[in-house]
């Protein structure tokens, strides 16, 4: 039974996969990619253009002290809605050497910014339903008492945390630089208490003015920053004890008509965390996805 | 079954759509600062400040404003034409601040997240259209 099950979920998955080729085929892709992705875990008010939407694969891998290395992949489409609305679902998978290759479940987000103006402190406010199981790797966010002992289980996706997680972005552009704040609460709907994070990030691209050129190497293509996440315990337990947190640069390459890469090594800061994270990330953006799907017909 | 809740609601929309069609195309100029509209265009005396604005122009914005910048319509949604009247008479002040903030009604997203010098570059090049 179970291996009939894998073979069902192997083909699947390949079929997705050609349907996913073509339809990148169907819009057009070489035309019109541009992509921009400042930050891994970190949130800013950046949203989606109406009508554009950005296809997006995150990646993480790590070989925990005494546990099995790991690659966790999010394949992320996100989708503008309206100018003050974005919408995002995540498909979780990854795969643990000496173990298995396993989808993980989805996150399905929305994303409101209720106020459009540019102010100094810019607010987005962010709802998530989560249906992953336990053996979730992406660690797109890190709340509560989460740590390193939970990559200590062998995989399992017999347990499954269908979960609410609530965002307040708050996001500041200033002089070519962006400063993130995202503070996180969680909730298991199985009955668990309310666990709590963070996020920060900072971000500046290597140049504030474009060149004239048409150059893939200039330095307003290239963006540097930094990150910090975390844990911040739970609703009977909040504060620092027994949390995990991580810190690391990023740097993102967006490739003019092609594109965004990014890359950034995570440093765990205390010994409850992973020592060693690295995560990578490749994103598409097309313009108008639907419209040029309609005008194709 | 009392009548009047949907009569009231009725009002309301009638109310709603008359302030929404009061903020038509153009209507956000009205709502420019005087101290943004007032701003002058850094990169006004750098020749290569079109060149460089056109590139940012093609990668951002011809998508929907066209890669000759006369606009477009995709179904209901209508791009403008940005040789139009109303963007040779803004000042680049005006410019800014909607490519700074965008402009909700008309479906024109905040474009904040690009430096400020390349939002500058941006109106180099769409005065450099005129």
């Known amino acids: ?297 | 079954m009392s009548m009047r809740g949907p009569k009231y609601v009725l009002l309301i929309l009638a109310l709603g759509g008359t302030i929404f069609a009061g903020a038509g195309d153009g209507q956000w100029l009205r709502k420019v600062p005087a101290k943004d509209r007032a701003r002058t265009d850094p990169f006004a005396a750098d020749p290569d400040a079109p060149a460089a604005g056109g590139k940012i122009f093609a990668e951002h914005c011809a998508p929907c404003h066209g890669a000759d910048a006369e606009g477009k319509q995709e179904g209901k949604h209508i791009r403008p034409n940005l040789h139009s009247e109303r963007v040779r008479q803004a000042t680049p002040g005006e410019l800014f601040w909607l490519l700074t903030n965008g402009s909700q009604k008309n479906g024109m997203p905040s474009w904040s997240r690009l430096p400020e010098a390349q939002r500058w570059q941006v109106i180099s090049f769409l005065k450099s259209l005129q």
């Open chain 1, 1 to 297: 039974m179970s291996a009939l099950f894998n073979q069902a979920s192997t083909l699947l998955a390949r079929r997705a996969c050609h349907a996913f080729l073509y339809a990148l085929a169907l819009l057009g892709l070489r035309s019109s990619l541009h992509a921009q992705e400042n930050y891994f875990v970190t949130y800013s008010h950046e949203m989606e253009e109406p009508g554009n939407l950005e296809i997006a694969a995150k990646s993480v891998t790590g070989a925990p002290k005494g546990v099995d290395a790991f690659v966790a992949t999010a394949l992320e489409l996100e989708y503008g809605i309206k100018t003050w609305w974005t919408t995002e679902l995540y498909l979780d998978g990854q795969t643990t050497a000496g173990q298995s290759t396993l989808f993980t479940g989805f996150r399905w987000e929305h994303r409101v910014r209720p106020i459009l103006r540019e102010y100094w402190i810019n607010p987005v406010l962010y709802f998530e339903f989560e249906d992953i199981n336990d053996a979730d790797k992406a660690l797109l966010e890190v709340v509560g008492h989460d740590g390193r002992t939970d990559f200590l289980a062998r995989n399992n996706r017999n347990e499954k945390k269908r979960e609410v997680e609530l965002k307040l972005i708050l996001s500041s552009n200033f002089k070519g630089w962006n400063v993130s704040e995202n503070i996180i609460a969680e909730k298991n709907l199985s009955g668990s208490p309310w666990e709590f994070g963070y996020a920060l990030g900072t971000s500046r691209a290597l140049a504030l003015a474009a060149s004239a050129r048409k150059c893939v190497f200039c330095r307003e293509n290239f963006a540097l920053g930094a990150e910090m996440y975390g844990g911040l315990g739970e609703r009977h337990s909040f504060g620092l004890p027994n949390t995990s947190h991580y810190a690391g640069p990023v740097l993102t390459w967006n490739i003019p008509g092609g594109p965004a890469l990014a890359l950034s090594p995570n440093f765990g800061l205390n010994g409850n965390s992973n020592g060693f994270l690295l995560r990578f990330m490749i994103a598409y953006e097309i313009d108008q996805a639907f419209s040029k799907l309609r005008n194709r017909r």
